[in-house]
């Protein structure tokens, strides 16, 4: 598989062959839904709760009579019929929302990903990334004069200036190999790949 080599003002400059078994191969809907629902699923907090009728405050006095009222009857107002009862059955602070992903079909999915964005266009490979200091400004200088607006970097390495340059720019994010996620992968419109990080994912995802 070719991919576009940039340089610094974002043009083709040439081609690079990348390894098939991570950027050709085909493209699988099924399976990219679920390794990004999973991952999503899988950064959920169980901080949510709810309250059941014995949690609500409440009298355990009943509130009316049982005969005579037309009313239906009822034992006390925490009852899940009544506003401001308890719950039936609550979201609990202790839920478990991961769903779990087999290491084979993960790679299958990343590899499924990398190769759609390939064919779309939004993938591509640049030398290497790096810059002087940890200055924000010269790394968005860089990324306006490659007309890059939302792009993923995936580096081989991330040093300290690349990492302060980048953290507080909204549309990019810069990372190592290893933390590439499938839901970053999808969110940003362009994808850059050094070529010390290309080998990396051959590894990871062949």
Known sequence: MQLELLNDQ???ASKYDAPETVFGR?????????????YQANARQG???QKDREQVKHSTKKPFKQKGTGRARAGMTSSPL??????IF???????????????MYRAGMASIFSQLAREGRLA??????????????????FKAMNLESV???AEEVNENLYLAARNLPNVLIVEPRYA????????????VTKGAIDKLKEMFA
Not at 90 to 104: D, G, R, V
Not at 125 to 142: C, G, H, I, M, R
Not at 181 to 191: A, G, Q, T, W
């Open 26 to 38: 085909d493209y699988n809907e099924d399976l990219v839904h679920q390794i990004v629902v999973a």
């Open 47 to 49: 901080t949510r709760a």
């Open 10 to 12: 974002g043009q083709a």
């Open 152 to 154: 993923l970097v995936i």
């Open 90 to 104: 609550p979201n609990l602070p202790n839920e478990n929302f991961s769903q779990k992903i087999n290491k084979k």
């Open 125 to 142: 490979v640049v030398e290497s990334l790096n810059v002087d200091a940890p200055k924000t400004k010269l790394l968005a200088a860089k």
């Open 181 to 192: 996620d499938p839901l970053s992968l999808v969110h940003y419109k362009k994808v850059l």
């Open 82 to 87: 009544w506003r401001g009862g308890g719950r």
